[in-house]
């Protein structure tokens, strides 16, 4: 049963049911072995918190940065700000130090949490320039201080001044007094255009959200779930918060890289993602079945054809399956989809949100063959995640993102943008009442930005309104939905649409380096660099030919009709993705002019 209790005492009111009972699975930085933390460790911890902040100044509603990857501390940092009404501002682990300088700034933040050396030594070198900023806290003791650093102290030291508790009175008067009104995050967007902007998040927003997703998505105490995404995402924020208010235990993985082995290790009924990663499963399993002998490959193709006709053709639409073919699913889903799964880690699979961006109609229905229990919902910052998501054994439709929660109002307007509101809807952006002003309607719905529709109680996107292209011939493009068909072919790691303003579509691509590498080895190309593999015109025809076969069902405009392949990835670096490796777009054409032009040549 959940505990919806406010943010300031949920993690003492939950240690009061569960005790010594295990709720987070943990490595310290660089470590290889998992460690445990029980409720009442987590709260004492979370109790130190509290008071050390009282101790270094923290006054009701300032605001506090955490720059840092996922980790234990990170959660006892979170509920020990909100224990003493305090407001948590999440950094990405990834900022460049223009991007933490700019937040720091706005939001007058004093004192920083920060993760290992890569954030300790960004924050060291623009505190001079960040005039507000007293105090750096340091996650992990094997981070190098500059000796001249007066203001760092280690996190173990950081909590010695909470040791005894010696302001518990006051935590507990401000406790006492938490309203819902008061302000937890400023989640500031990573913007794909322009500066970022900061998304206010209050208390009240949070039991909203908790309270709606309780009741449509089924996560429970006997749950482990693994977090995948980092938490300065408000879709692994909202959702690790959800979990804990159910009594789950939550796998904290430090490293995005490392997730396949900690699903390996670590077992995970759940866990939170977006498309890209089952996009990845699925070129993986495609993989192994191009490679296994014509009798492998047939079975496995019957098999996901059985799974396919018994999971979505029926049990998606909510009608029974035929008996002969529920008992043909069953054997081959404890045969080989449990190979599958198992070979995943995903043995005990229960369920898994998937959001953050369009999910390729073919990936959802292969996850969903193969026996896994996707969730494909919808929402943004400031909706507090969910807007939307299919509810785990009601029907639902390939394709849509799924049921509004309770509490929202959707309403589709005259352009076609999805507008909302209900008590989960931020009230604006921090020190920004111009954006803020912009973002509603004059009744008070909030712009989504994204083209949608409703059928049938279910919510169906169509793209980003600002994303939507316009070809010089007057065609409507939306780069997207075509790059999330490109994306599941196995040589494609990147892609790129182009098409604003152009004559037709062009892309630029970032292959899977290793396995073209392979294929040009298997074939006798010669090449000593991945440029030679770029510019080689046997790996261009093989690259067209898989394109044409996977746009086959868009429309001729809508098709990729040249492209140019490119011998690095995009990057955070170069300014080209957010945080959060969503493109921009506006950098692309920039930085890729000369190449984006030779497409266009007569």
């Not at 998992?34 to 008071?51: G, H, L, M």
């Not at 014509?294 to 399956?321: C, T």
């Not at 993705?577 to 506006?586: D, G, M, P, S, V």
Request: aromatic content about 10%; proline content about 3%.
């Amino acid at each position: 049963m959940q505990n919806n209790s406010h943010l300031a005492v949920l993690i003492h009111e939950q240690a009061k049911k569960y005790g010594d009972r295990e709720v987070l699975i943990y490595k310290d930085f660089g470590g290889t072995e998992w460690k445990s933390c029980s409720w009442n460790q987590f709260s004492a911890i979370v109790r130190q918190v509290s008071n050390a902040l009282l101790n270094l100044g923290v006054k009701k509603q300032e605001n506090v940065g955490v720059f840092s990857q996922n980790s234990a501390q990170y959660l006892f940092c979170d509920f020990g700000a909100w224990g003493v009404r305090a407001v948590t501002i999440p950094f990405y682990a990834t900022s460049s130090e223009q991007q933490i300088q700019f937040i720091l700034n706005d939001a007058k933040i004093r004192i920083l949490f920060v993760g290992e050396q890569d954030q300790y030594d960004k924050a060291h070198r623009v505190q001079a320039t960040c005039h507000t900023l007293e105090r750096i806290i340091v996650f992990d003791r094997g981070v190098c201080l500059n000796k001249e650093d007066t203001m760092a102290m280690y996190f173990d030291d950081f909590l010695k001044l909470g040791d005894g508790l010696p302001r518990q009175t006051e935590v507990e008067a401000l406790q006492a007094s938490a309203s819902m009104d008061d302000i937890a995050n400023i989640l500031y967007t990573s913007g794909t255009t322009g500066d970022s902007k900061g998304v206010i998040l209050t208390c009240g927003q949070y039991h909203a959200a908790l309270e709606a997703n309780n009741k449509c998505v089924p996560v429970g105490e006997e749950d482990r779930v693994l977090n995948f995404l980092p938490f300065t995402h408000i879709f692994e924020k909202g959702w690790k918060i959800l979990c804990l208010t159910e009594g789950a235990k939550l796998i904290v993985n430090t490293y995005p890289q490392q997730v396949q082995q900690a699903m390996k290790e670590t077992h995970p009924t759940c866990m939170s993602s977006v498309p890209r990663f089952w996009e990845k499963v699925y070129m993986g399993v495609q993989e192994k079945i191009e490679s296994s002998s014509v009798m492998q490959r047939k079975i496995f193709e019957h098999a996901i054809a059985v799974g396919k006709r018994h999971n979505i053709d029926y049990l998606s639409k909510g009608k029974k399956p035929p008996v002969t073919l529920h008992i043909e699913y069953e054997m081959l889903n404890k045969t080989i989809f449990s190979l599958v799964r198992r070979e995943l880690g995903l043995e005990n699979a229960h369920f898994f949100p998937t959001a953050g961006a369009t999910v390729n109609p073919k990936v959802e229905e292969f996850v969903h063959s193969i026996g896994i229990n996707m969730v494909v919902g919808y929402g943004l910052t400031e909706s507090l995640a969910t807007v939307s998501c299919n509810h785990l054994g009601d029907p639902w439709t390939v394709g849509s993102v799924g049921i509004p929660i309770e509490g929202i109002s959707i309403r589709i307007s005259d352009e076609g943008e999805v507008l909302l509101k209900g008590p989960t809807i931020t009230r604006g952006y921090y020190n920004r009442e111009d954006l803020t002003k912009q973002a509603f309607t004059d009744d008070g719905y909030f712009r989504t930005g994204d083209s949608g529709y409703l059928k049938d109680g279910e919510l169906f996107l169509k793209e980003r309104i600002k994303d939507l292209y316009k070809t010089s011939n007057g065609k409507y493009i939306a780069p997207q939905m075509i790059e999330s068909k490109i994306l599941v072919d196995k040589y494609v790691d990147q892609i790129a649409i182009i098409a604003d303003q152009r004559k037709f579509v062009s892309a630029l691509i970032i292959p899977v380096y290793p396995l073209l590498e392979e294929y040009a080895r298997e074939h006798g190309i010669d090449f000593q660099t991945r440029e030679d593999l770029c510019k080689n015109q046997q790996i261009h025809d093989m690259m067209e030919e898989r394109i044409d076969t996977l746009q086959q069902q868009l429309a001729y405009y809508e098709q990729i009709k040249r492209f140019t392949l490119l011998p690095h990835a995009f990057s955070m670096e170069r300014g080209e993705l957010t945080n959060t490796l969503k493109i921009k777009r506006r950098v692309l054409n920039e930085n890729y002019r000369h190449e984006i032009d030779m497409m266009y040549e007569e």
